[in-house]
């Protein structure tokens, strides 16, 4: 087990005060900062692939969006969980077909695409 963390009554002190002075020193954000979260007409063309993971006892169900043009342009989300794996991979499949576009599944990603150099 590990211990608890603990941090210096005056360390925190002094954390907080930092914190309360950056509101008066920091910059207002601009609204293109977080143009990347509402930009999400690329997610229309995507093929959507589902994603089945034993985690801590529970199945673990993930869509990933990738854009079948720009394979390195891709989502993961976490959808839900289930504690039998054969209704997981239903679920999953449900879920897949939901989310896609094309619910054909006629849109693919191939792995020859992803040009990852191994340095």
Not at 20 to 31: A, E, P, Q, R
Not at 67 to 85: E, N, V
Not at 100 to 107: E, I, N, S, V, Y
């Amino acid at each position: 087990m590990k211990p608890p963390f603990l941090l210096d009554p005056s360390l925190y002190a002094q954390v907080l005060d930092c914190l309360s002075n950056l509101f008066f020193t920091d910059k207002v954000g601009d609204t293109k900062d977080m143009d990347f979260l509402r930009d999400d007409r690329w997610l229309s063309d995507t093929a959507v692939i589902d994603q089945v993971s034993l985690r801590k006892g529970l199945w673990l169900i993930s869509l990933v969006f990738v854009h079948h043009k720009m394979p390195m342009k891709f989502l993961m989300r976490r959808i839900t969980s289930h504690a039998c794996p054969r209704r997981a991979g239903m679920m999953a499949l449900y879920m897949r077909r939901l989310a896609a576009k094309d619910q054909r599944g006629t849109l693919k990603i191939e792995s020859d695409s992803f040009h990852t150099p191994l340095n």
